[in-house]
């Protein structure tokens, strides 16, 4: 099939997620990376970026299945379960102890097994087959962590091509550090971060936020920051902090960041949360 020039010599308004020639975009918004660019006519009317529309809050599919309380955002303050895959906080998985419920899932009341990898694996697969994006992910971090990068960027591909925000937060990983056979790949990289930012992936907009500013978008760094530290990263937090004291960011929005951070901390934090991360 042949490709006119004029398909080649095409971009994407950043504000309407729209092709458009080369040349609409302003001077100005010719940087790099396609979703930081605007077309003449949104940046006269103001109409902001895409990415920084969606993905403001945090999706419910980031919420304990238990205590219904948005997950911690460091990962290691809650597990799956190899039984249903499902990620429970550390303060149910402690309150199921309290109770005496450890003989079985918390969650979907499976008895528990000794973990055996190969029925594990063989649980996973059912949900490949299945078609569910979330199996796929799981499938490809057991590839990653067997140190197999070919088979889980193929997969991680898959589960993100079905809308799985966290296999497009590891693709922006790995295009972004480079792995064994998959070499750097920085428009990659922040096509996956911002797609997971998007769907509420919080540690995901805080790198599109880096990845920005490596190319000298500091305003568009300093807005995913600001969204990352309203949803609760200390990280995106401390970055508009260094912002504001470069004069880059307005004591208004590092007040403003400082408040949501906060409150957003709050929501995740419960008694039993606590208890598990002093134990």
């Known amino acids: ?17 729209r092709s458009l020639p080369n040349d609409a975009s302003c001077e100005a918004q010719r940087g790099p990376g396609q979703s930081s660019r ?5 940046v006269t009317a103001g109409n902001p970026l895409e990415v920084m529309t969606k993905g403001r809050t945090r999706p419910v599919s980031d919420d304990c299945p238990i205590c219904q309380l948005p997950l911690p955002l460091d990962d290691r303050h809650s597990s799956w379960q190899p039984c249903c895959l499902a990620i429970l906080c550390d303060g ?14 918390p969650f979907c009341r499976a008895p528990n097994k000794p973990e055996n990898e190969e029925a594990i ?4 697969e059912k949900r490949v087959d299945a078609g569910d994006p979330w199996g796929m992910y799981a499938r490809a971090a057991e590839y990653d962590r067997q140190k197999d990068s070919a088979r889980a960027v193929e997969m991680y591909e898959r589960s993100a091509a079905l809308g799985e925000k ?3 937060y590891m693709l922006g990983c790995i295009y972004s550090d480079g792995t064994d056979g998959v070499e750097v790949d920085h428009d990659k990289a922040i096509s996956h971060f911002e797609a997971a930012a998007m769907e509420g992936h919080v540690q995901a907009r ?34 508009v902090k260094k912002m504001f004291m470069r004069n880059l960011a307005t004591k208004a929005e590092y007040e403003k960041a400082l408040r949501d951070y ?8 419960s008694r039993d949360r606590d208890e598990a991360a002093q134990a």
């Not at 099939?1 to 997620?17: F, N, Y």
């Not at 605007?38 to 949104?42: L, V």
């Not at 599109?208 to 530290?229: P, R, Y």
Request: glycine residues 10%; aromatic residues 4%; hydrophobic residues 45%.
């Open 1 to 17: 099939m042949l490709i006119s020039a004029g398909a080649l010599e095409t971009s994407i308004c950043g504000a309407r997620q």
């Open 206 to 239: 805080f790198y599109a936020g880096q990845l920005a500013e490596d190319v000298g978008l500091l305003d568009t760094a300093l807005q995913h920051w600001l969204i990352a530290a309203s949803l609760g990263l200390k990280e995106a937090l401390d970055e």
């Open 92 to 105: 149910c998985i402690l309150a199921a102890k309290k109770r005496g419920l450890m003989d079985s899932c």
């Open 262 to 269: 906060h409150g957003a901390a709050k929501e995740m934090s």
């Open 121 to 124: 694996v063989a649980t996973i």
């Open 38 to 42: 605007r077309c003449g006519e949104c």
């Open 166 to 168: 966290r296999a497009h």
